[in-house]
């Protein structure tokens, strides 16, 4: 059974994504074009306007050499399309996380494809490929080298973390955390790790395990032929310092609108790779001399503008954009229409229009991915036998207490009206003590206090005694309650999807099923 509910009633997002949502205007001069099906007749003319021949031939070649001689049919037929001038692409990023990490990665690419099956059905005279961009350039080893499932962490400890995530080899996979695993793991889920050389090809065959049927082709973009592109960007980086202007800008609009933004920017926003594989921030030089400072092997040296002009035009590969350049370096290599990211990212992409227009390359739309909740059978069962339904859930758990509590004929305990009576004696003591002795008024008010005190104490105790009643359907709602908001948060922010795969193998399907990108509700997904 599929149902759906707004992003606010879920209590669980930012106020800036219930707003975009809801079409504020104080939100509309941060976005290029609104995320409905019409809109993109404009977004395809633009980009076709503005995406050449030679943008689309680097890009090609690209993932023919990075997927070799024979992929997947469907990937196959996605590169072929892929060459054609009137294909445009739906794409999601994310980070390298371990066999697909939370559970949101895979709402995001059951997004982007099921977007480029309705954006073909409403423009037949185009084709469109889901893309999912790897962060493979992203350099915090720690945010990715763990995931969850069935209540336990799963870690892995690579050698040399400090370089782009994306070209760490598979030293002590297998043993570390593959071995671990549950013997109900799929063999995908294995063998996509075990066949590759570093992260990055292992989660790229991993997306295709999972998702190659469907036509997902899934790029890895630090590739020396694919950066030669970056070279006109670089360029006007290093010497005009152009995009912390464009987003510091945007960020007092952010700001005076009453939003907080999301990322920060830094007066130059790239990243050099080392000879060592470390990926070091370039920082001007603060001293007055006409240079830019990288750390190398934890030693500053500055260069000078014009030595790091000529390594951009000749090894345009060592440089790494940040999260403010990444997304303009995404644009310019891929026909692309529309982004798909959590709330954290539709924040992050606000920021940076100005930059967009600064570097002369067109926007995409902004689309926040699918969102869920899965409930399953058994989970389903005990929601009614507490007497529950699926959108109540959502509510807090003292307020989910008080439901199942009155349900079960517990009695409220609240002396809040003997409180105000008690306030009320001791402020006409507190008026006697001042007329006839006002030394006493200090003494008066201590004692109110701690009568109010005792009287609280007293609710509490007798209110717990009232829950011991109904001891066994409190703790499993509490249980309840942590299994689908585990940590307080949404499911798909910490479980894996094979905490449902394994019991549910047509979960993915059923998320296709389920989904509908352009609705832009929460989806509910209990099983029957």
Known sequence: MVQTISYAETGSFSGLLTDYIAQKPALAPFYNRWPSL?????????????YTPEARKRLVAALRDQYGLAPEPAIEESLLLLAEPTTFTVTTGHQLNLLTGPLYFIYKIVSAIKLARQLKEAYPEYDFVPVYWMATEDHDFAEINHFSLF?????????????????????????????????????????????????????????????????????????PGLKQALVPLLEKEITEHVSNGAVQATNAQLTAAGYKPQVYSRPINLFFITDEGKRERLEPDTSGADCVEVTIRNTARCHSQTELLALAKQHPEQFSPNVVLRPVYQEILLPNLVYIGGAAEVAYWFQLKEVFVAFGVPMPIVLPRNSAEYISRANAGKLKKLGLTWREIFKPLPELKKQVGAALGQEEISFKAQQ????????????????????????????????????????????????TKHETAYTQLTALKEKLFPGGGLQERSENVLSILINNPEFIQDLFEAFEPLKLEFTVLEEE
């Open 38 to 50: 019409e809109n993109f007749a404009a977004q395809i003319e633009e980009k076709k306007a503005a």
């Open 151 to 223: 209540g336990k962490t799963y870690s892995w400890d690579a050698a040399n973390p400090g370089g782009p995530v994306g070209r760490l080899p598979l030293d002590g996979f297998a043993e570390q955390l593959l071995s671990q695993l549950p013997p109900e793991v799929p063999a995908a889920f294995h063998k996509a790790y075990t066949d590759s050389k570093n992260l990055a090809e292992a989660t790229r065959k991993l997306a295709d395990a999972l998702f190659g049927e469907f036509g997902l082709v899934t790029l890895d973009a630090d590739r």
């Open 420 to 467: 105000q009576a008690l306030a009320a004696a001791f402020q006409q003591v507190q008026e006697v003590a001042q007329r006839l002795d006002p030394t006493l008024v200090k003494t008066v008010a201590a004692e109110a206090q701690k009568a109010a005190a005792g009287l609280a104490g007293l609710e509490k105790r007798l209110s717990k005694a009232a829950e």
